[in-house]
């Protein structure tokens, strides 16, 4: 890395050579999750609430001193420059993973399928379906729709609330992986390049029953509803209803790679639910991660062991009824490059015309606060500015908006435009 790229992190998101706080886990992975969540929805089987509002919700002084360090809660996530779409065409006719040469990497093209794909969990005791080098890519064709592609046009919402409730823990993402990328070890990063989205032709957005205690508003809505829509692929829009007409933009709610030791209270050993992001990513339901973003995720285990699911046509901010406009993905293309040494502690991401900095709790305005905090640090350690004057630049030309608020973990990111700064001062604010 040149001279001109190093800085300090102050603390953001922890820095490797270049001198960050790095991250400090042991205190999550030495905690046990003993008693059932008495929501078996949203939250994790063997999850005692108690505990997880210490560990996810900035409570106890512990958790105030990791407030205060920005350690536990930032995440950065943005859209990255346009990438053009490489052709290439399969190797063999088989169902298993198929590659062929392509550029600086060779493409990998992964089906799901019963061996490929599981509801609802990121289950790293599995063998993995694939193993990639740095600067590969993977080409996922035919992606599922929720619930092992069992939400599909015509099944009634009550069918998916069933689903969900005989399944209790899980999420209800159809979950492709784990994907190995060669040489990965924790302390590394992996830079995902989003290069395709092509979605199915058509989209759903549903509403659990009251009853089960999903989404934003479940008492207000007691009756549940699924709407299924039809996708015009040619004018990437949608009819939502008469004169009512949305405009597409497709991407994948979930992506990341395996998390953390104690981060997450698991299932069983080695396998946690789908359903809240965190450091290692997951489902973060960042609708500017569409086509052309690069979102780079730190490594947390040897291989990374990289996992996606979850494809949306479209999404609001907020996501309050609980679902995107959820699809299936004829196809998904990422470039997957492995960057060494670098110990983020959250993902990082970039796009052409902004800066997005996410901060992540179970109360919305430690969320907001997270956010802030991380936003100004990213601009004293990467735009040359004090703290105060992040403080303020913030305030006055940046734009925080809820990410969602139905994943168990609130999210909400800051805008931060980079027409703000110099166009020959721009280059020198980077990730890596």
């Known amino acids: 890395m040149s001279d001109e790229h190093r800085h300090d992190c102050g603390g953001l998101f922890g820095c490797g050579e270049e001198q960050g706080q790095g991250v400090l886990r042991q205190d999550l992975a030495e905690q ?14 063997e999850l005692d609430p108690a505990t997880l509002d210490g560990h996810l ?23 990255g420059p346009w990438f053009a779409r490489p052709a290439f065409a399969a190797t063999d006719g088989g169902d298993g993973p198929r590659r062929v040469a392509q550029g600086n990497g060779r493409v990998h093209v992964v089906e799901s399928t019963n061996e490929t794909t599981h509801l609802g969990v990121y289950d790293t005791t599995l063998p993995p379906i694939l193993k990639i080098d740095s600067g590969d890519l993977i080409s996922y064709r035919n992606t599922w729709s929720h619930f092992l592609n069992q939400l599909e046009p015509g099944v009634p919402i009550e069918k998916l609330a069933a689903i969900r409730v005989a399944n209790p823990g899980h999420g209800p993402h159809s979950i492709i992986g784990p994907i190995w990328v060669n040489d990965a070890q924790p302390g590394d990063v992996l830079e995902i390049r989003y290069q395709r989205f092509e979605p199915d032709t058509w989209g759903a957005v549903f509403n659990n029953p009251g009853a089960l205690g999903t989404g934003l508003l479940p008492t207000d809505f007691p009756q549940g509803q699924v709407k299924y829509l039809n996708l015009d692929l040619t004018a990437m829009r949608t009819e939502f209803l008469p004169k ?31 359903v809240p992001p965190g450091p290692h990513g997951g489902n973060t339901d960042l609708s500017e991660m569409s086509e052309g973003s ?18 949306h046509a479209l999404q609001g901010d907020g996501e309050i009824n609980l679902s995107a406009l959820e699809t299936r993905m004829k196809e998904m293309r990422i470039q997957v490059v492995l960057h060494k040494n670098k110990n983020f502690a959250w993902p990082i991401a970039e796009t052409s015309t902004h ?16 956010a802030a905090r991380n936003a100004i640090k990213f601009l004293s350690t990467r735009a040359n500015m004090t703290e105060l004057d992040a403080y303020a630049l913030l305030s006055i030309a940046g734009n925080f908006r809820v990410t969602q608020v139905v994943d168990i973990v609130r999210g909400v990111h800051a805008m931060i435009p980079k027409s703000l700064f110099a166009a020959d001062f721009q280059p020198t604010i980077t990730v890596v």
């Open 294 to 311: 690069t979102m780079y995720i730190p490594v947390w285990k040897p291989g990374a062991l990289l996992f996606t699911g979850d494809s």
């Open 57 to 79: 919700t900035a409570r106890g002084r512990s958790r105030r001193e990791l407030l205060k360090s920005s350690a536990f809660m930032g995440m950065l996530a943005a859209i």
């Open 32 to 45: 046990s999750y003993t008693a059932r969540a008495a929501d078996r929805l949203t939250h994790m089987d």
């Open 355 to 370: 800066w997005i900095v996410l901060g992540l709790d179970k109360d919305l305005n430690l969320a907001m606060a997270a």
């Open 244 to 274: 009512v007409h949305i405009p597409l933009k497709p991407f994948q709610g979930t992506l990341g790679v395996a998390p953390p030791d104690g981060y997450f209270p698991p299932l069983r050993p080695g396998v946690t639910s789908s």
